[in-house]
């Protein structure tokens, strides 16, 4: 161990350091508990409050992590394999406590610990705030990516920031959404061990100087104005019972004014400590969008601040053993998800000419190898542009690069005297109008050698859609990695009897090769084995049912369907045709065609500023409230609307799940990974042919799988031929008479017209994703689900036939398909 140069431990140090490790026995875990309570927290036994036994016990495990990483990172240092590096602004990450024990393969021992000491694992584990530093899908998927890439021994980093305040918390107040900070950090947290050592300066604004060599070339350099200091914060990543530990690292912004004397010398203590202030607004807020782009400032900074500090910490543990940097795509993959960090083919580009001399096309073709680029999304708000006098104003240098990476590609595809001015307009990284700006997605599949969508269809869309110029020019850049998702967290941790019955059934190995559970196919004639499965439904629902009715004093109707759409509130997603069709229901019963129970879960935030997405929420409530008052309907129907949808409320709502809604229009979301959730833990789909539902459909069985509406094709034909939505619903009795009631203002009564901006856009403003095309399909399709659900052991066959062949979706399936064809590791 040195300090710069000079040793500061003597041999006999080093070797007591190197013996302590923690073996993860009862007694070392209660004794860890015990000395964090006492010389940690400084509690005693009439001042620990619950929490101090969570944080301490939480930090007993944090101390066995961390052994098991004190000796995983030793060893691929010494083995020098290539390391995966993975971008994301977003990493939805829920609790840490129950994964770590289950990951490290303490439960036995943890639970030892506490039951003899007059403690409860399930209530410390609740006492943990959720991480939600993410808005939905894209952080999940990298949570999930995080955990498969561990379990597989997988040399990786995820980067990303830490926020101080994450996904906003989610309160329904008189039926409305009301929006509360996320302020996580408050009492700080169990799992992140911070590196204020490990500190690297950002760069914003200033000018570009072009300097004349002695040898007559010419160079520039950026002189920038501002400084922020990124500092590490470390979470640790454990694999599913390998011992293999990696490591999850998040920037905090610092103001540089604290370490700058000069400046207090200077006397204005006042304004540095406004400017510090100014400076650590970088990491405070995540941008609470799902899917669309704001165009704000802060954004743009957040996205430079934390790709300028992964590149110098990835070039940093790449110098410490090569100084050749052409060596670097050998050493280092770097994945984007999304093109949030797509800055980072700019910045390599200028640390390796800039910083590191390199002439440019060496430049280029590191960069280059290095890069990958992951699109999540098709929608057009969703794409970043962000305008030149922005990047003028702080990135001026990225800007001239990415005008010089422009020139070269365009006049190398103009060379070939192949391809039209428009051709070229559309390739271009710059747009012109409205108001110049660089089209991000653009410069991530230039400087990348990879490019992938989400799902089947989602890169058929990008291929011959919305990056068809780009397909055009290099076919061999696109494949198709299809999201996965955690079988650890999404099914042992969340559904232990599931979990138990399968392990039962066809042992373990399904753990960590889901494809195993095909083995479960074997069953389904099987009647024992299809009660039993019944069975571990009903317990769940049961479970839930209590969770709910503590949490909110409601009662619920165990015996009713349980019927769940939980994601992001968005058009695209629609909510509220799930809420046509229970109109539809209404309507039924109103004419004395009494249905099967149902019960409809909802559950999902709307982003702040998305006025109809709040008010689908709105919409969603009234109808909650009219059913729930009126005492014909009630007694078939209920509506709930389940507050703050987060990993912790996901982990709860997929054990009790028979049917799952996956409802956006074909050809909008690109995979889903809630569809994958809820069909693992055996609930049935109604849903569409879109993003992962067609590969979960074909995998399962059409036969097990509820489809309704258009395909992506019948989509656009429609689109291109003339949609008169309002036409259609003057044609229909059933839609007529929905859209009667919600004008009749019977949910509304005391304001009048509330919805009527909803059913506008349905009715006169085009219906942008189809609800009145797809909803006879719809409804014919509700109705045939209810139908199958009263013939208990065929559900239970369907359910069967759901779990049994979800083993393609685990994100660990996924993690083999990058490292194989896009990382080279
Ligand atoms: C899985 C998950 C999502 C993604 O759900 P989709 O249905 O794929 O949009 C969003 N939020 C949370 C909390 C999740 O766990």
């Known amino acids: 161990m040195t300090q710069g140069e000079e040793k500061i431990m003597n041999k006999a140090f080093c070797e007591k350091l190197s013996h302590l490790s923690i073996e993860g026995t009862a ?58 590096y993975y971008l994301s602004l977003e990493y939805l990450i829920g609790r840490s406590l129950g994964n770590a024990i289950l990951n490290l393969d ?35 998927l990298a949570a999930c990516f995080l955990d498969s890439m561990a379990t597989l021994k997988i040399p990786a980093y995820g980067y990303g920031i830490r926020y101080e305040y994450g996904i906003f918390f989610q309160h329904i107040i008189n039926g409305e959404q009301v929006e509360t900070p996320d302020n996580w950090l408050r009492y700080g947290s169990v799992w992140e061990i911070a590196r204020p050592a490990r500190l690297f300066p950002v760069y914003f604004g200033g000018i570009v100087k072009e300097e004349i060599l002695e040898d007559g070339s010419k160079k520039m350099r950026w002189i920038p104005e501002e400084t922020v200091m990124a500092m590490a914060y470390d979470y640790l990543v454990p694999g599913f019972q390998n011992n ?22 200077e006397g204005d203590y006042m304004q540095a400590v406004a400017d510090k202030n ?55 993959a770097i994945q984007l998800n999304d093109t949030h960090p797509a800055i980072a083919v700019a910045e390599l580009m200028r640390i390796l000419v800039d910083e590191r001399n390199l002439p440019w096309e060496i430049a280029w073709e590191i960069t280059q190898q290095c890069m990958a680029f992951t699109n999540h999304t098709i929608l057009p708000e969703a794409l970043e ?81 919305i990056f068809k110029d780009f397909y055009a020019l290099w076919k061999d850049k696109f494949n198709s990695k299809t999201n996965g998702i955690t079988p650890r967290r999404w099914l042992m941790l969340c559904n232990p009897l599931l979990s138990e019955l399968i392990t039962q059934a066809i042992g373990s190995a399904w753990k960590t090769d ?76 109103r004419d004395g065609k009494t249905p099967y129970p149902q019960s409809f879960f909802f559950a999902g935030k709307a982003a702040p500023g998305y006025f109809i997405a709040k008010l689908i929420i709105r919409f969603i409530c ?111 009795e059933d839609i007529k008479r929905i859209f009667d009631f919600i004008e009749s203002d ?20 085009g219906d942008k994703y189809c609800l009145i095309a797809d909803l006879p399909d719809f409804i014919r399709v509700n109705a045939e689900a209810v139908k199958v659900y009263q013939d208990k052991q065929q559900w239970n066959r369907m359910s069967l036939a759901n779990i049994a062949n979800m083993g393609k979706f685990s994100s660990d399936e996924t993690i083999k398909g990058y490292a194989k064809d896009i990382w080279g590791v």
């Open 27 to 84: 007694e070392e875990i209660v004794h860890r508990f015990i000395e964090h309570l006492k010389f940690d927290l400084g509690k005693d036994e009439f001042s620990a409050t619950p929490y101090d036994c969570y944080v301490s016990f939480a930090s007993a495990v944090k101390d066995i992590l961390m052994d098991r990483w004190l000796i995983t990172q030793p060893q691929e240092y010494a083995l020098q394999r290539k390391r995966v």
């Open 106 to 140: 303490i439960q036995k021992q943890s639970i030892k610990a506490l039951t003899e000491n007059g403690f409860d694992l399930s209530l410390l584990s609740e006492l943990e705030w959720d991480a939600g530093l993410g808005n939905g899908g894209l952080g999940r």
């Open 244 to 265: 293999y530990v990696n490591t999850l690292r998040l920037w905090s912004a610092k103001s540089t004014r604290e370490f700058n004397l000069a400046y207090f010398n």
């Open 278 to 332: 100014h400076s650590e607004m970088i990491a405070k807020v995540l941008y609470p969008n799902d899917n669309k782009m704001q165009g704000k400032e802060l954004r743009f900074r957040q996205e430079y601040f934390f790709v300028s500090a992964t590149l110098q910490d990835i070039l940093r543990r790449f110098l410490k053993k090569e100084s050749d940097l052409r060596k670097l795509p050998e050493k280092a």
């Open 385 to 465: 542009k962000w305008q030149v006098l922005l990047f003028e104003k702080l990135l001026p240098r990225h800007l001239q690069i990415i005008y010089e990476i422009n020139e070269r590609f365009l006049s190398s595809i103009r060379i070939t005297g192949l391809y039209d001015d428009d051709f070229i307009s559309r390739v271009s990284l710059i747009e012109e109008e409205p108001v110049k700006s660089i089209r991000m997605a653009n410069l991530a599949i230039v400087g990348s050698h990879s490019v992938n969508g989400v799902s089947e269809l989602h890169t058929d869309i990008l291929k011959h859609l």
């Open 514 to 589: 889901l494809k195993e559970l095909a083995k479960l196919n074997k069953y389904k004639n099987d009647s024992t084995f299809l009660e039993d499965l019944g069975e571990v439904k009903r317990q769940n629902k049961l479970e839930f049912c209590k969770y709910y009715e503590d949490l909110h004093k409601r009662k619920l109707n165990p015996e009713s369907i349980f019927d769940f759409q939980a994601k992001r509130i968005h058009e695209y997603k629609r909510q509220h045709l799930n809420a046509l069709g229970i109109i539809h229901l209404i309507n039924q019963i």
């Open 622 to 732: 009234a109808l909650s409230d009219y059913i729930e008052k009126d005492k014909e309907l009630s007694r078939y129907l209920s509506v709930i609307f389940l507050p703050n949808y987060r990993v912790t409320l996901a982990e709860r709502i997929m054990p009790p799940a028979e049917i799952s809604r996956q409802i956006s229009l074909a050809g909008t979301e690109a995979s889903g990974t809630g569809n994958m959730k809820f069909a693992l833990n055996g609930a049935l789909t109604i849903g569409t042919l879109d993003g992962a539902n067609i590969e979960i459909r074909e995998a399962v069985g059409e036969e097990n799988f509820f489809l309704f509406g258009m395909t992506a094709a019948e989509v656009k034909n429609l689109k291109e031929s003339g949609y008169h939505p309002y036409e259609m619903m003057r044609q229909n």
């Open 746 to 765: 019977i949910l509304n009564p005391l304001n009048p017209g509330l919805f009527t901006p909803l059913t506008d856009l349905l009715l006169y403003q």
